[in-house]
Antibody
Framework: EVQLLESGGGLVQPGGSLRLSCTVS????????MNWVRQAPGKGPEWVSG????????YYADSVKGRFTISRDNSKNTLYLQMNSLRAEDAAVYYC?????????????WGPGTTVTVSS | QTVVTQEPSFSVSPGGTVTLTCGLS?????????PSWYQQTPGQAPRTLMY???TRSSGVPDRFSGSILGNKAALTITGAQADDESDYYC??????????FGTGTKVTVL
């Protein structure tokens, strides 16, 4: 069974940093692209960032470009999202999601999410 | 700035049929956008229903179907059931590794 589990969420002050992790099991991690999607309270989901299966390709929404960095460690079956210069509008539930057979097929299996709160 | 538009809400009777659409603020949606569809209930992670326009994700019942209708992607629920009451989001792949979520449609079954 494919499983994804996010961790690392919490309360951070504006301007601060946080690193999210997503550990996966049940599939060959190195064969799939991965994504981070967030959802602010009462809003729809927003795609944040994606990464190719090898890690050689990384992609970002304009809203986070230059502040967030996606990475992966295929030896540890783990996806990361380093978030710097956090703003109030970055507060959300952050989901990691496995890409489909092809990266451009979108998200396939999702984790339960981890909550990021940005407040002083 | 790509804006992906969906109907804000739909109401459908149990056993009825409803078609949700997913359009672009400028331009037409085609299969080259690889439209995908997701179902979400409050407090839960999204669930993948459809990808590559019309391919059902594993375990998704065949009352859900995807297509291109005119210049939009579409998700049709045929024979709606009570537990289909959810928010539905489409996603378009706009190239260069970038995805855009639609504005979402709230479906009520009553």
């Amino acid at each position: 069974e494919v499983q994804l589990l996010e961790s690392g969420g919490g309360l951070v002050q504006p301007g601060g940093s946080l690193r999210l992790s997503c550990t996966v099991s049940g599939f060959t991690f190195s064969s799939h692209g991965m994504n981070w999607v967030r959802q602010a309270p009462g809003k729809g989901p927003e795609w944040v960032s994606g990464i190719s299966n090898s890690g050689g390709g990384t992609y970002y929404a304009d809203s986070v470009k230059g502040r967030f960095t996606i990475s992966r460690d295929n030896s540890k079956n783990t996806l990361y999202l380093q978030m710097n210069s956090l703003r109030a509008e970055d507060a959300a539930v952050y989901y990691c999601a496995q890409s489909g057979y092809h990266y451009y097929y979108g998200m396939d299996v999702w984790g339960p999410g981890t909550t990021v709160t940005v407040s002083s | 700035q790509t804006v992906v538009t969906q109907e804000p809400s739909f109401s459908v009777s149990p056993g009825g049929t409803v078609t949700l659409t997913c359009g672009l603020s400028s331009g037409s949606v085609s299969t080259t956008y690889y439209p995908s569809w997701y179902q979400q209930t409050p407090g839960q992670a999204p669930r993948t229903l459809m990808y590559n326009t019309d391919t059902r994700s594993s375990g998704v019942p065949d009352r859900f179907s995807g297509s291109i209708l005119g210049n939009k992607a579409a998700l049709t629920i045929t024979g709606a059931q009570a537990d289909d009451e959810s928010d539905y989001y489409c996603v378009l792949y706009v190239g260069s590794g970038i995805f855009v979520f639609g504005t979402g449609t709230k479906v009520t079954v009553l």
